[in-house]
């Protein structure tokens, strides 16, 4: 499988390669879609537990208690991903930076693209749908831990603004993080 190529491109089991970004769809979440989105949750979370404490709950599950609020809060987005109509991901974006207390800011809270899809160019392809159809500022946080995340962010970001982007490291919670800031 290749990957990295940036091209969303997808390699068929016959050799066959067939243009993917086309097909890439990034949908909002409907409040029916609430438990699409908790299963996938549960995905991505395994995911990070690679590389940062989380645990599973007696029921087996780790949980997002904050994901009720991305259907009752207007400064919150979920977003589905679909690539030719199947799931692949999720975004959820919210208002307000984490950094300061500027109300403004847009946040990617979390994004997962499923392994299946992974290389392809498509989390560049949905961060871009993304900020193209929420126009404002955005502070991009990735965990220092997650070197694939920051790796990612960094191309995203370049791609999307034409130019590298700078990051700045903080500290919160005892946790190393990075920021990339930039206008959509
Ligand atoms: C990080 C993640 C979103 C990448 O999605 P993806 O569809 O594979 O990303 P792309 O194919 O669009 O990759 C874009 C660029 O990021 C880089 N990149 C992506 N995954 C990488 C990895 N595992 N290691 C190093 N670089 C990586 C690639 O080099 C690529 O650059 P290029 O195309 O110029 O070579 C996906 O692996 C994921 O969901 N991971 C788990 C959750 C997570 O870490 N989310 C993001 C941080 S919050």
């Keep these: 499988m290749g ?59 780790f949980g997002y208690p904050q994901l009720a609020l991305y259907w009752s809060d207007a400064s919150r987005l979920p977003f589905l991903v679909r690539v030719k109509g199947k799931l692949a991901g999720f975004v959820l974006v919210k208002r307000g930076s984490e950094l300061s207390d500027d109300p403004a800011i847009w946040d990617i809270a979390e994004f997962f693209i499923l392994r299946r899809y992974r290389g392809r160019g498509i989390g560049s392809e949905v961060a871009h749908q993304v900020w193209r159809r929420v126009p404002g500022r955005w502070e991009i946080r990735v965990m220092e831990s997650n070197q694939a995340g920051c790796e990612f962010w960094q191309r995203a970001i370049a791609g999307f603004a034409g130019a590298p982007v700078s990051s700045r490291p903080y500290e919160k919670g005892g946790v190393a993080w990075r920021t990339f800031s930039f206008e959509s």
């Design 3 to 61: 990957f990295g190529t940036g091209t969303a491109e997808f390699e068929m089991t016959t050799g066959h390669v067939e243009s993917l970004q086309s097909d890439v769809e990034v949908i909002a979440a409907t409040l029916d879609q609430r438990f699409v989105l908790a299963n996938l949750f549960e995905l991505y979370a395994h995911d990070f537990s690679e590389f940062h404490d989380v645990d599973v709950g007696e029921e087996g599950r």
